[in-house]
């Protein structure tokens, strides 16, 4: 529970750089050289389930340790690692914002959202000065 704690308050803070690998659904990120965490979402064949996610640590190609959200179990522990209160949140919802935030690092989101923004104003600036 602590790995996965640790990792989830790395990517909170934006210190883990997330990258978007060949496969849309794995993102990775290199750590400290020597290690490789890998994110993976698994789509649901259930239509009401929600998606499952996977966090592995990797060494090159051997995988050390991998979590599954669906059979992690130890919600609690995770919380405590994390200086949460208890609470009804599943272990599938804290790696679906470790999966969120990650690939918000990886696709630079904010930064497009902020570029998108400033084109918009650019535009809505062009037409009030020509009216």
Wanted: net charge neutral; proline share 4%.
């Amino acid at each position: 529970a602590s790995m996965v704690a640790k990792v989830l308050q790395l990517t909170r803070q934006d210190t883990l750089a997330w990258e978007a690998s060949a496969d849309q659904d794995v993102l990775i990120a290199p750590f400290k050289g020597e290690y490789v965490f890998q994110l993976a979402r698994f789509d649901n064949p259930d239509p009401y389930g929600s998606d499952s996610f996977g966090l592995a640590v990797l060494k090159g190609r051997r995988a050390l340790m991998s979590f599954n959200s669906n059979k992690f179990s130890r919600t609690h522990d995770l919380q405590k690692a994390l200086d949460e209160p208890q609470s009804k949140i599943t272990s599938v919802q804290y790696f679906a914002e470790l999966w969120k935030r990650a690939f918000y690092r990886a696709n630079r989101i904010p930064e497009e959202f902020e570029r998108v923004n400033k084109l918009l104003d650019s535009e809505l600036n062009q037409m009030a000065a020509s009216q």
